[in-house]
């Protein structure tokens, strides 16, 4: 039993290295790209100078008509979300109904605190072991969830000695994220996409296998993208 856990738990960790490693990757590459793209855009302006400020005078004229309607949910207030939380015997919550995945550049008004799903800014939070001293913004922190993160929240009424256990936890976790928040119904709450559970102390029992369960589970809308270069501290 002990060795199929174990086992279990070392393949977990290879393959969020993997992920990890991966990412590392990705990031090297997208510098690359961003550079070669810089020389490309300098080049052109020195080549078609006159040119190009006429282009951007016209598209100017026609993003400012279009701007209204381009993404229908842009000025949505609402999270796009409809359903509740069924509670299981674990205490977990889990989201039954409709949690939306549009990008908006507005505030959200979520229907549960913290948001464990729905519209959400085009921009994740920065969730690769990442601790935050203040509050964060919903809708950034709604992306890393759908990228695989579990979010740790913590109010003031939380024991010191928990929330810097619980730091600690984080930052030693790839796909993990924490912060205060002062809108929540307990002093400690773990979030992932669609899946919520209150827990007493940093030493439940319930934060180990909220962590091995949801850190990029099977929840995962979004299972390996990146947890870094989003917004950052």
Not at 25 to 49: D, T, Y
């Amino acid at each position: 039993m002990g060795s199929g856990k174990n086992s279990s738990t070392a393949a977990r960790k290879a393959r969020i290295e993997e992920m990890r490693r991966a990412e590392q990757a990705r990031e090297r590459r997208n510098r690359a790209l961003v550079v070669a793209a810089a020389v490309v855009v300098v080049v052109g302006l020195v080549v078609g100078g006159v040119a190009l400020v006429d282009s951007r005078s016209d598209s100017g004229t026609k993003g400012a008509k279009g701007t209204k309607g381009s993404t229908a949910s842009g000025d949505a207030k609402n999270s796009g979300d409809s359903g509740h939380f069924t509670t299981g015997k674990d205490g977990v919550r889990t989201w039954s109904g409709k949690l939306s995945r549009t990008h908006v550049t507005t505030s959200v008004s979520y229907p549960m605190h913290p948001p464990v799903g729905g519209n959400h800014n085009p921009v994740w939070l920065d969730c690769n072991g990442d601790v935050y001293a203040k509050p964060v913004r919903d809708e950034n922190a709604v992306h890393a969830l759908e990228h695989g993160a579990v979010w740790v929240t913590y109010t003031d009424k939380a024991a010191k000695a928990d929330v810097d256990a619980l730091a600690a936890k984080v930052k030693k976790t790839p796909y993990s994220l924490m912060s205060p928040y002062a809108n929540q119904a307990a002093p400690l709450i773990l979030s992932a996409w669609g899946h919520q559970v209150t827990v007493k102390s940093a030493s439940d029992p319930e934060v180990a296998k909220f962590f091995a369960t949801y850190v990029q589970g099977q929840q995962t809308p979004e299972p390996g993208a990146s947890c870094t270069g989003g917004v950052m501290k």
